[in-house]
């Protein structure tokens, strides 16, 4: 092999390029690597709603040691504990030995609510031979790519005597599933010269349950009826009962390995269950000598509102109550404490690199696939409105961990200038005084009910998430 130029060696030291995972990794990590993505896998199919993401995480935690906290618990050093808000939210943390007032917590924060189709509180009817439900969607989507897919339902049905039914139809091979119709081409011409936003409007979101009559001429809404009683013989449920209830439609689609490679997962959900998941294992496998924490919390999709979101006052009050069970200074702990805020990125698509007459991506500065977690400084749109801007001396703190762990990593931000944006929890842990930083995993087609992203990148993640802790 000959020896390399001046300018080659000079290069070398000098320039910056992203590595692919799956070049750097020895053959081990790439195996480690798979078998993560089948857990990974696992997790997703149990968890396609905030609901069942919470009931999975608390599940792992108490198959590792971890046992519930509810407040005014006293805390020791060594406690693995868990705490779930509402059924919707789970924190998972460990106490460490480390001062909490001088190193204060390490904190993992994703979101396991995902885009959905919620039913409406009155949404039973029957039109033309069909009963169907009545939706009102739920976070950012392209609602023409609801249409046309299988649909199961999920949820949870709180009956008139106060008893919760938890409801889940299309997972199973032999269930029934669910249908949003869409009109045939030959009848579409009107539709598909309308803007992309009104190709299918959110009243059309509605989903077919069935279409048998209720034998009976003296009844009417027969097919109406019928469902309901076979809502009632499995359920318990009336149409009233619809008033306390919360359903959802998700894609019934399992998680699967694409490619004939196997390098990536589709599955629904990967926004955010593919940071979730990596952030729940690294707290539940470190051995950080310092208080860790991940939080698992819902609503991010619509904002971060209500008392399950990342704006409720319960997460913080959480992290004082830590505090203040080893008789620390709150705001001593919180200024010295840090969070990854775990949320995926944009990842850039050859596909629509330079589409629309416009500049999608800003390829340097767009996240690449399997070249690792990426890291977003800030988020926000266009002039960084809305953005947690987190500094450089954060940057570096984070930059140098990973490379003492090897972790495969990159930097992005959401798309083009004046064409990107988008918004994480890190702007309401920061303003608790926390230093916060978005990291994630690079996804393909964000927000559709099939989703895409590397194995690679999720394991890389992982390891990111692990490095960060200790």
Same mark, same amino acid.
């Given at each position: 092999?000959?020896?390399?130029?001046?300018?080659? &060696?000079?290069?070398?030291?000098?320039?910056?390029?992203?590595?692919?995972?799956?070049?750097?990794?020895?053959? $081990?990590?790439?195996?480690?690597?798979?078998?993560?993505?089948?857990?990974? $896998?696992?997790?997703?199919?149990?968890?396609?709603?905030?609901?069942?993401?919470?009931?999975?995480?608390? /599940?792992?935690?108490?198959?590792?040691?971890? +046992?519930?906290?509810?407040?005014?618990?006293?805390?020791?050093?060594?406690?693995?504990?868990?705490?779930?808000?509402?059924?919707?939210?789970?924190?998972?943390?460990?106490?460490?030995?480390?001062?909490?007032?001088?190193?204060?917590?390490?904190?993992?924060?994703?979101?396991?609510?995902?885009?959905?189709?919620?039913?409406? /509180?009155?949404?039973?009817?029957?039109?033309?031979?069909?009963?169907?439900?009545?939706?009102?969607?739920?976070?950012?989507?392209?609602? #023409?790519?609801?249409?046309?897919?299988?649909?199961?339902?999920?949820?949870?049905?709180?009956?008139?005597?106060? +008893?919760?039914? #938890?409801?889940?139809?299309?997972?199973?091979?032999?269930?029934?599933?669910?249908?949003?119709?869409?009109?045939?081409?030959?009848?579409?011409?009107? /539709?598909?010269?309308?803007?992309?936003?009104?190709?299918?409007?959110?009243?059309?979101?509605?989903?077919?349950?069935?279409?048998?009559?209720?034998?009976?001429?003296?009844?009417?809404? &027969?097919? &109406?009826?019928?469902?309901?009683?076979?809502?009632?013989?499995?359920?318990?449920?009336?149409?009233?009962?619809?008033?306390?209830?919360?359903?959802?439609?998700?894609?019934?689609?399992?998680?699967?390995?694409?490619?004939?490679?196997?390098?990536?997962?589709?599955?629904?959900?990967?926004?955010? +269950?593919?940071?979730? #998941?990596?952030?729940?294992?690294?707290?539940?496998?470190?051995?950080?000598?310092?208080?860790?924490?991940?939080?698992?919390?819902?609503?991010?999709?619509?904002?971060?509102?209500?008392?399950?979101?990342?704006?409720?006052?319960?997460?913080?009050?959480?992290?004082?109550?830590?505090?203040?069970?080893?008789?620390?200074?709150?705001?001593?702990?919180?200024?010295?404490?840090?969070?990854?805020?775990?949320?995926?990125?944009?990842? #850039?698509?050859?596909?629509?690199?330079?589409?629309?007459?416009?500049?999608?991506?800003?390829?340097?500065?767009?996240?690449? =696939?399997?070249?690792?977690?990426?890291?977003?400084?800030?988020?926000?749109?266009?002039?960084?409105?809305?953005?947690?801007?987190?500094?450089?001396?954060?940057?570096?703190?984070?930059?140098?961990?990973?490379?003492?762990?090897?972790?495969?990593?990159?930097?992005?931000?959401?798309?083009?200038?004046?064409?990107?944006?988008?918004?994480?929890?890190? $702007?309401?842990?920061?303003?608790?005084?926390?230093?916060?930083?978005?990291?994630?995993?690079?996804?393909?087609?964000?927000?559709?009910?099939?989703?895409? =992203?590397?194995?690679?990148?999720?394991?890389?993640?992982?390891?990111?998430?692990?490095?960060?802790?200790?």
């Amino acid at each position: 092999m000959s020896e390399l130029s001046e300018g080659q &060696k000079l290069s070398k030291e000098l320039f910056y390029e992203k590595r692919n995972f799956f070049l750097t990794a020895s053959e $081990k990590e790439i195996a480690q690597c798979f078998s993560f993505a089948e857990d990974y $896998k696992s997790f997703l199919n149990k968890s396609k709603t905030e609901r069942e993401a919470c009931q999975t995480a608390v /599940q792992i935690a108490k198959n590792n040691g971890f +046992k519930e906290f509810r407040f005014g618990d006293k805390l020791k050093v060594g406690d693995k504990r868990f705490f779930v808000n509402r059924d919707k939210s789970v924190v998972v943390f460990k106490i460490g030995k480390n001062n909490l007032e001088d190193k204060g917590i390490k904190i993992l924060g994703a979101h396991i609510d995902s885009p959905r189709i919620d039913l409406k /509180q009155n949404p039973v009817y029957e039109q033309d031979g069909f009963c169907l439900f009545k939706t009102h969607y739920y976070g950012g989507i392209k609602k #023409y790519q609801w249409t046309t897919i299988p649909l199961a339902l999920h949820g949870v049905v709180v009956l008139k005597d106060g +008893k919760r039914v #938890y409801v889940s139809v299309g997972e199973d091979e032999n269930d029934p599933i669910f249908y949003i119709t869409d009109l045939l081409p030959h009848l579409g011409a009107k /539709q598909m010269a309308l803007n992309g936003e009104n190709i299918i409007t959110g009243e059309q979101l509605n989903v077919i349950v069935g279409g048998m009559p209720f034998n009976d001429d003296k009844v009417l809404n &027969k097919i &109406k009826l019928n469902i309901l009683k076979i809502l009632n013989d499995k359920y318990g449920i009336c149409e009233e009962d619809f008033l306390s209830s919360e359903l959802s439609v998700v894609p019934a689609f399992k998680a699967k390995d694409i490619g004939l490679d196997r390098v990536f997962i589709g599955a629904y959900g990967h926004d955010d +269950k593919s940071c979730a #998941y990596p952030a729940l294992m690294a707290t539940i496998n470190s051995k950080s000598d310092d208080t860790i924490m991940a939080l698992l919390v819902d609503k991010e999709e619509v904002g971060s509102e209500g008392n399950t979101g990342m704006k409720s006052k319960v997460y913080e009050d959480l992290i004082d109550e830590i505090a203040i069970s080893f008789n620390c200074n709150i705001r001593k702990v919180r200024a010295n404490s840090r969070c990854l805020s775990a949320d995926v990125t944009s990842c #850039y698509d050859p596909t629509f690199a330079n589409s629309f007459d416009a500049t999608i991506f800003e390829k340097s500065n767009s996240a690449i =696939i399997s070249c690792g977690a990426c890291i977003n400084k800030f988020t926000g749109a266009r002039g960084k409105s809305g953005a947690n801007d987190a500094s450089c001396e954060l940057v570096g703190e984070i930059r140098k961990a990973f490379l003492k762990d090897n972790v495969v990593w990159q930097t992005a931000e959401l798309g083009a200038v004046d064409i990107g944006g988008g918004g994480t929890i890190a $702007k309401f842990v920061a303003s608790l005084n926390i230093d916060t930083i978005d990291i994630g995993v690079p996804v393909i087609s964000m927000h559709a009910p099939y989703e895409l =992203i590397s194995k690679g990148d999720l394991y890389s993640t992982y390891k990111a998430f692990s490095a960060f802790l200790k």
